[in-house]
Each structure stands twice: as C-alpha cells, then as structure tokens.
C-alpha cells in the first residue's frame, strides 16, 4: 500500500490566486514528520514545510501553509498568491521514526506538477 | 554557505558498466542520503550514511552501494549497470540536530543514462 498519495498528477493555478495540493498518508506511527518539496526542472529538491506530528498548529512559511488534518491523515499544502516561478512539480513525503540510530528515511508521493498561468 | 554539490551532472554508460557518483554536503552537515527518481516509481531512499557509517539502506540490489569519507563527503557506486538504472540521482545532507525537523538540502542531482 502506498505510504504517501498525492491524487492530483497535475493542476493549473491562475497567477496571483491560491491552490491546495493534496496529500495523504498512512502511517501505524504516533511519531513522524510531514514535508513538502518543490522540484523545478532543474532537479534540485528545495524543501518547503515541515510538519511534526505532535504539532497542534498548521506549519506556514512565507505563502506556503500547510493544512494538517491528523485524523484524517492528510497534509495539504496550501500556496497563497502563486507566481510564475511557483511552476514545478511538488512532492509530499513522511518520515517515519528511523531505528537504530538512523534518522529514518523520507518516502515520496509521485508529486503533483502546477503550472501558473500568466 | 555552498549547498549540496553533485558531481557529474550529466553522465553517460552503457549496460554492464559501473559508475561512480559523488556528493559533497554543506560544510557542518554530517549525515547524507541518497535518492533515485524515475518516472515510474518515483522517488526512492538507497542508503543514509552518518560519520563513516551506513545506518539506513533502501530496497535495493547489492550492486548499489556507498561510502562516505571522514570529510563527510559522499560516493555511491552502480556496477554492472542495468537499462532500468537511467535515473536521477540525488544526494541530500543535514544536520543529525535536525534530525526531528527532518529538514534535508539536496543537491541538483546526477542524471544517469544507461544505453
């Protein structure tokens, strides 16, 4: 069973209005780390928002939020006022809690790719 | 500061070839990872490497393997290259006091194609 599940393989945005992109995911953990990436064509993965699990307030940075729905299980990022630049594919992983002194490992949804139009 | 830096960019093979890939973290950051992103599966953690030291492997065939030096810079090797092994390749390192944050830079990546 897929971990993480990003439905939407692709979504338009008009310039300068809001859009959500979403993200489940299934976890038997209490303890683990919700994430949001941002991949331009140029590969790069730039890391966007980070939610806890134990946060009880939706994370934001600049015009990303993300809407955390614990019961739910899913972490929709929500960008507010999108630019042309915000054009790229976008990822929701979950880090669950590693073992043995490992960190644990991000698993990745199959990404969402948002196109803003002028 | 520099970021994450992968070398070569752009690469190369045939099949039945090996390919070494390297990834220098930002300076401080001792734990690396590594990623492979396909088309069809996505991406995928290989293997986390902490002082020297693997601590974390993904589901991968023993002809993916890695190693990282005292400077904390990274390598990880493909031998025997298979048609499938066409990818990018990312490497990402952070902070072990990050580690709740979970907040991980990557690099541009290495994109291998395997003919």
């Known amino acids: 069973a897929q971990k993480i599940t990003q439905t939407q393989p692709g979504m338009f945005v008009q310039e300068k209005e809001a859009v959500t992109l979403d993200c489940t995911y299934d976890?038997?953990?209490?303890?683990?780390?919700l994430f949001w990436y941002k991949q331009p064509s140029s590969g790069e993965m730039i890391f966007l928002i980070y939610?806890?699990?134990?946060?009880?307030q939706n994370a934001t940075e600049g015009r990303y939020s993300l809407n955390f729905q614990k019961a739910r299980k899913s972490a929709n990022l929500v960008i507010s006022a999108s630019q042309l630049g915000d054009s790229a594919m976008y990822f929701c992983?979950?880090?669950?809690?590693?073992?043995?002194?490992?960190?644990?490992?991000?698993?990745f949804g199959k990404g969402t790719k948002l196109s803003v139009k002028p | 500061k520099a970021g994450v830096t992968q070398t070569p960019r752009y690469l190369i093979k045939t099949r039945g070839q090996q390919v070494t890939l390297s990834c220098s973290p930002i300076?401080?950051?001792?734990?690396v990872s590594w990623y492979q992103q396909t088309p069809g599966q996505g991406l995928q953690f290989l293997f986390e490497?902490?002082?020297?030291?693997?601590?974390n492997k993904g589901n991968f065939p023993g002809r993916f393997s890695g190693r990282q030096f005292s400077n904390s810079r990274s390598e990880m090797n493909v031998s025997t290259l298979e048609l499938g092994d066409s990818a990018l390749y990312l490497c990402?390192?952070?902070?072990?006091?990050?580690?709740?944050?979970?907040?991980?830079?990557f690099g541009e990546g290495s994109r291998l194609t395997v003919l």
């Open positions: 990402a390192s952070s902070l072990v006091e990050d580690a709740n944050t979970g907040e991980l830079f």
């Open positions: 976890t038997s953990d209490q303890s683990y780390g």
């Open positions: 939610q806890g699990s134990y946060d009880e």
């Open positions: 992983a979950m880090r669950e809690r590693g073992y043995g002194g490992s960190q644990g490992n991000l698993i």
């Open positions: 300076s401080g950051h001792r734990s």
């Open positions: 490497y902490f002082s020297e030291t693997q601590r």
